[in-house]
């Protein structure tokens, strides 16, 4: 974690959803290290409190709120929260997510939408509170988490590939309203992340590796260095964009050749 500045974030205040484990907490331990005020929700009271413990340890100032971001009301209450202890909002990543592996046949109507809910309506709702109720006035960065399937077909995941494209989608639109208000609104595509709940559902990391051409899974901090080059100031000009960072996985044709 020594690639930026150790007060690249200080005096900001952030927000990173899911962010009790995986790669969200890793993205709020980084913004935190790096000076950051953080808050972190998800629906797990547990998971965050043993979180926070945890940051704090490492000196980093933060706090936690249970929150279901497919509730609008919930949202709302994070960022009142976060506003009534720290008086901005500055940076928010949307990493809150739900998946599970199955074929088409076996995904329930339920299930397809469970997933399209958390994903793309929770990341909705968290950015468009954010934006109404802090960023508008004061500037800042929204960072969505995505997944890279945007050229792909990709079994068993057709709930989370749906919920994430529309992700992109809705990262791209933001970017073009919000970018007037000083805002600025990027993705990230994680691959392979060692560590990871996700990890443990899709696959092993040996049966991952192979197709990588990188040849290793990836870790929390490799999606948290994204995370910090988008708030910073080396990205002044780029909004808009999903950047993968995935060990090449999305651009390797070579299996046609095998």
């Known amino acids: 974690m020594g690639v930026f500045r150790s007060d690249l974030c200080a005096g900001r205040v952030a927000l990173v959803t899911g962010g009790g484990t995986g790669i969200g907490r890793g993205i709020a331990r980084a913004l935190g290290l790096h000076g950051a005020k953080v808050c972190i929700a998800s629906r797990r009271a547990e998971v965050l409190e043993a ?3 945890d940051f704090e340890a490492d000196g980093i100032d933060a706090m936690w709120v249970p929150c279901d971001v497919r509730d609008g009301a919930q949202v709302e209450a994070v960022i009142d929260a976060i506003l009534e202890r720290w008086e901005r909002l500055d940076i928010v990543v949307n990493n809150a997510a739900g998946n599970f ?20 309506r929770g990341t909705y709702n968290v950015t468009k509170a954010a934006f109404d109720k802090a960023l508008a006035t004061s500037g800042g960065h929204v960072v969505n988490i995505s997944a890279p399937f945007d050229h792909m ?25 919000f970018g007037p208000h000083g805002v600025r609104v990027n993705g ?3 691959g392979a992340i060692g560590g990871t709940e996700g990890m443990a559902r899709l696959g092993s990391g040996d049966e991952r590796d192979a197709r990588c051409p990188l040849g290793y899974v990836g870790t929390p901090d490799d999606i948290a260095n ?9 990205a002044a000009y780029v909004t808009g964009q999903v950047l993968c960072v995935d060990g090449g996985s999305a651009v390797d044709m070579s299996q046609l050749a095998r």
């Open 51 to 53: 979180a926070v413990r």
């Open 101 to 120: 592996p199955a074929p088409i046949s076996g995904l329930s109507y339920n299930g397809f939408k469970a997933v399209v809910d958390i994903d793309l």
């Open 153 to 177: 077909g990709v079994a068993y995941q057709a709930h989370c590939a749906a919920a994430k494209m529309g992700v992109d989608s809705l990262t791209r639109t933001c970017a073009v309203e």
């Open 188 to 190: 990230i595509a994680p």
């Open 226 to 234: 994204a995370v910090l080059f988008l708030c910073s100031e080396a």
